[in-house]
């Protein structure tokens, strides 16, 4: 793989990475309407259209628009030529094709053209709108995430590689892996893969523990530290110690939790993480110098992750914004959130 040009003065900014839903123009559908002249009829064709023609898959549309109402979408006019027939003397004689949203509108934006079209009921999710327009973090969780976006930046430049997947604890801010891709031991082993594999040793597990990586790479388990450094390699460890720019970082993992002190909790917290302790990526944040490919995004998937902040496109291959957005899949069981690093214009 090509190495990155790096950029280390390049001002960056976050940019959420949304189902294609939320960023893209409404669809539109054809449907027919008519134009009452005598609005004192509108009640009672309402009353038999909701009964003879539901707009079962238009729920999203208000029927009537001062007076034209619709009547169903122009594709199933043939099927009720009888019903409509039946309603000759309520309606007018002829109507006209117009086209309206085939869907309903998911943000504010959407919500303004569909409306232009034809009046729509709306929903807005204060979160959702926060997301697009760029204001769901404060400026204090700003600054750490560029600040992370940065040490992955210094890590390709300190380690010579092009893929490097920083695993963030949220709540405490601190680092609990580090990880660089290994392809030359096993193909499969890309950055996200072995940071996975990290995480899972800082919980006294990990499938390539001792296989691939021998033990002197990590720092030696100390317990009388509240954290556990099993996930970061001793070399990543010296660095953030000796960085002037890093070295307030907080490194280490919540170790896990005993069962005698999972059974004594109590109930009042905000997600499994808080409650449980670490199990897989449950809860935690990743970041990555590149857009993860397929098997890798799968990977975070099923280990849990929270949300994946990545720096650079992966034009081959990347699956969370160039070639395919995987988090849009409705069908997974778990969803993360997804943010790519931008440069300021």
């Known amino acids: 793989m090509k ?3 790096l950029d280390t003065n390049l001002k960056l900014n976050l940019k959420a990475i949304l189902d294609d839903e939320y960023i893209n123009e409404i669809p539109l559908v054809d449907v027919y309407i008519v134009e009452v002249n005598d609005k004192k009829l509108i009640s009672e064709i309402l009353k038999k259209l909701s009964v003879l023609l539901p707009l079962n898959d238009l729920q999203h549309l208000k029927r009537v628009d001062q007076n034209r109402i619709i009547i ?3 594709e199933h006019l043939s099927k009720h030529h009888e019903t409509l ?3 000759k003397e309520l309606l007018p004689i002829r109507g006209q094709i117009l086209k309206v949203p085939a869907v309903g509108p998911r943000l504010r ?3 303004r053209e569909a409306n232009n079209l034809w009046p729509c009921k709306f929903h807005p999710n204060k979160y959702l709108e926060q ?5 769901n ?3 204090k969780e700003r600054e750490f995430h560029l600040r992370v976006a940065n040490l992955l930046k210094e890590l390709s430049k300190l380690l010579k590689q092009c893929c490097v997947a920083v695993c963030i604890d949220p709540r405490f801010e601190s680092i609990v892996a580090v990880a660089t891709s290994c392809r030359d031991l096993n193909p499969i082993m890309h950055a996200p893969q072995i940071l996975i594999d990290y995480v899972a040793q800082s919980q006294e597990s990990g499938a390539w523990k001792g296989k691939y990586f021998k033990e002197e790479i990590f720092p030696a388990d100390d317990l009388n530290l509240n954290s556990c450094l099993r996930g970061i390699p001793k070399c990543i460890v010296e660095f953030l110690k000796n960085s002037k720019e890093f070295c307030n970082l907080k490194i280490g993992a919540e170790r896990p939790r005993k069962k005698d002190h999972l059974q004594n909790m109590q109930n009042d917290f905000s997600d499994n993480l808080a409650k449980f302790g670490p199990y897989l990526c449950t809860g ?3 970041y990555l110098s590149q857009e993860p490919c397929l098997m890798c995004s799968m990977a975070l998937l099923h280990s849990r992750v929270k949300r994946i902040f990545f720096l650079y496109e992966s034009k081959t291959n990347g699956s969370l914004k160039t070639r395919f957005k995987l988090q849009q899949v409705k069908d997974l069981n778990h969803h993360y959130e997804v943010y790519q690093f931008v440069a300021e214009i």
């Open 3 to 5: 190495r990155l040009k």
């Open 72 to 74: 169903s979408k122009s």
């Open 85 to 87: 027939e039946g309603m």
């Open 109 to 111: 934006w959407q919500y």
């Open 131 to 135: 997301r697009y327009e760029g204001t």
């Open 137 to 139: 973090f404060s400026s």
């Open 284 to 286: 935690y944040d990743v």
